[in-house]
């Protein structure tokens, strides 16, 4: 059973920054393609960032490129996502999820999410 378990998520003035963390298990994780998405209040889903360890491949939504770095740490089965220079419209629940972008968007396997709030 794939499991998915975030964590990191706080309070944090505008220009700071957090990095989350998200531990996987059921699955084979070091060869999975895996993504962070996050709701703000009243709005839709949205992609932020996937990775694909295995080619060493990251992609980033416009908004946070240049400021958010994913990561995996393979051995622990353990996603990351280090949000710097943070405004106040980053605040969303984040979520991490198996998959590339579509999966992570429109599939079944998510976390529960850890709740950013960028607030001064």
């Known amino acids: 059973e794939v499991h998915l378990v975030e964590s990191g998520g706080g309070l944090v003035k505008p220009g700071g920054s957090l990095r989350l963390s998200c531990a996987a298990s059921?699955?084979?994780?070091?060869?999975?393609?895996m993504s962070w998405v996050r709701q703000a209040p009243g709005k839709e889903l949205e992609w932020v960032s996937t990775?694909?360890?295995?080619?060493?491949?990251?992609t980033y939504a416009e908004p946070v490129k240049g400021r958010f770095t994913i990561s995996t740490d393979n051995a622990k089965s353990t996603l990351y996502l280090q949000m710097n220079t943070l405004k106040s419209e980053d605040t969303a629940v984040y979520y991490c999820?198996?998959?590339?972008?579509?999966?992570?968007?429109?599939?079944?396997?998510r976390g529960q999410g850890t709740q950013v709030t960028v607030s001064s």
């Open positions: 999820a198996k998959g590339g972008l579509a999966s992570a968007l429109y599939g079944s396997y």
């Open positions: 059921g699955f084979t994780f070091s060869t999975s393609p």
């Open positions: 990775i694909v360890s295995y080619t060493n491949t990251t």
